[in-house]
């Protein structure tokens, strides 16, 4: 054996001779990303759902496959909450959660309008305990959004971004984006198809909405993701699980935005040069028409050129200036109820008044 040689054992590392010893590595630090411990906390309460149609075959009925989503566990009652448009239609449900646990699901209650919709269970695996629900008033732009979910039916998994916008009815017009009539959390936490009516989370666990829709041209992830604010869910769900449904409050009015009409045309039409923002009545039914809200009329021109004709200009809802028929939907849709009121701030040939609308109810949609 040669002086200096040295033995090296497998997966060993020695200095040789008149080397410094090279640094004990020091294990790997817990992971600091707050998504861990969330995961690891509420994976167990998210499920994935599998809708199923009844087909005709050469042998009978038998399943087949028609949608998957995902839902999460509402309360200690075994309610699952997940989007309309994962169960509409479906002639049987498969609830599975993380363990492997499967088993039917039954349609509690409904809400096209809103896209939500309530499932039950016989019971949840034992010791899972229902999600925590945050407010979604409260959310911050840029603060970390998490999803869980099954994205093109990958089961319990987890994205993760930032909350990049809380977006009204109609704000973006031109954008394409998703009109949710109670308002939408927009995220770049990635979301597929699969991901609906799964929950989103803040890092402390809390869930801050319900994720719904893709902003793509493609159908597939883009980066903007759509949550229904947990807020909203609050509202709502409470009602589809007692009463199957929920009643939405309707005022009665569709029309157009000053911003949207050209200032020459305003000058035609006589709005008073100091009312900027507002929303020009164009149509009028139930509580609105009851009021006398006044509506102007759209008509067209030889050549296709649109004309209007001065109604009600809206500029305040409860003292509330708005600017947007969306913000009018959002404000009463997150606020009132069917038979409650509300106080129209008006101009009304030059002049400004306040006109008391009691709200009807929207028809419910199947």
């Known amino acids: 054996m040669l002086m200096g040689a040295v033995a090296l054992a497998v997966g060993c590392t020695v200095a040789l001779p008149g080397q410094t010893p090279p640094p004990t590595p020091t294990p790997l630090a817990v992971d600091s990303n707050p998504a861990v411990a969330v995961y690891d906390s509420n994976s167990p309460k998210v499920v994935n759902i599998n809708s199923l149609a009844l087909v005709r075959t050469t042998s009978g009925v038998a399943q087949q496959p028609q949608g998957v989503g995902t839902g999460f566990l509402y309360d200690a009652d075994a309610h699952i909450v997940t989007n309309d448009h994962v169960v509409q239609d479906a002639a049987q449900l498969l609830v599975t959660f993380k363990?492997?646990?499967?088993?039917?699901?039954?349609?509690?209650?409904?809400?096209?309008?809103?896209?939500?919709?309530?499932?039950?269970?016989?019971?949840?695996?034992?010791?899972?305990?229902?999600v925590t629900l945050g407010?979604?008033?409260?959310?911050?732009?840029?603060?970390?959004?998490?999803?869980?979910?099954?994205?093109?039916?990958?089961?319990?998994?987890?994205?993760?971004?930032?909350?990049?916008?809380?977006?009204?009815?109609?704000?973006?017009?031109?954008?394409?984006?998703?009109?949710?009539?109670?308002?939408?959390?927009?995220?770049?936490?990635?979301?597929?198809?699969?991901?609906?009516?799964?929950?989103?989370?803040?890092?402390?666990?809390?869930?801050i909405g319900v994720n719904t829709a893709i902003l793509s041209q493609s159908g597939g992830s883009q980066g903007i993701g759509f949550a229904i604010p947990i807020n909203v869910i609050k509202r709502v769900v409470p009602d589809l699980i007692q009463y199957g449904l929920y009643r939405h409050p309707q005022l009665g009015i569709s029309g157009v935005p000053l911003a949207a009409i050209g200032r020459q045309t305003r000058q035609q039409l006589g709005i008073p040069s100091d009312v900027e923002q507002g929303v020009l009545v164009l149509q009028v039914s139930g509580g609105a028409q009851e009021a006398g809200i006044q509506p102007g009329a759209m008509s067209s021109q030889a050549g296709g050129q649109p004309t209007l004709s001065l109604g009600d200009i809206v500029v305040a809802i409860d003292g509330r200036p708005i600017g947007t028929p969306g913000q009018i939907i959002a404000y009463i849709e997150n606020n009132k109820r069917p038979?409650?009121?509300?106080?129209?701030?008006?101009?009304?040939?030059?002049?400004?008044?306040?006109?008391?609308?009691?709200?009807?109810?929207?028809?419910?949609?199947?």
């Open 99 to 130: 363990d492997g646990t499967a088993t039917p699901g039954e349609i509690v209650g409904r809400d096209p309008y809103l896209d939500l919709a309530v499932i039950r269970v016989g019971s949840p695996p034992g010791g899972i305990q229902p």
């Open 135 to 207: 407010d979604s008033d409260t959310l911050r732009i840029g603060q970390t959004a998490l999803a869980i979910g099954s994205p093109l039916g990958l089961q319990q998994t987890l994205t993760q971004g930032i909350v990049s916008a809380v977006r009204l009815p109609d704000q973006d017009p031109s954008s394409g984006a998703i009109d949710l009539p109670a308002g939408a959390v927009q995220t770049d936490a990635a979301i597929n198809p699969g991901n609906s009516g799964g929950p989103l989370f803040d890092t402390t666990g809390n869930v």
């Open 339 to 366: 038979g409650d009121s509300v106080t129209l701030t008006l101009v009304r040939n030059g002049q400004q008044m306040d006109v008391p609308v009691t709200l009807g109810e929207r028809p419910q949609q199947r």
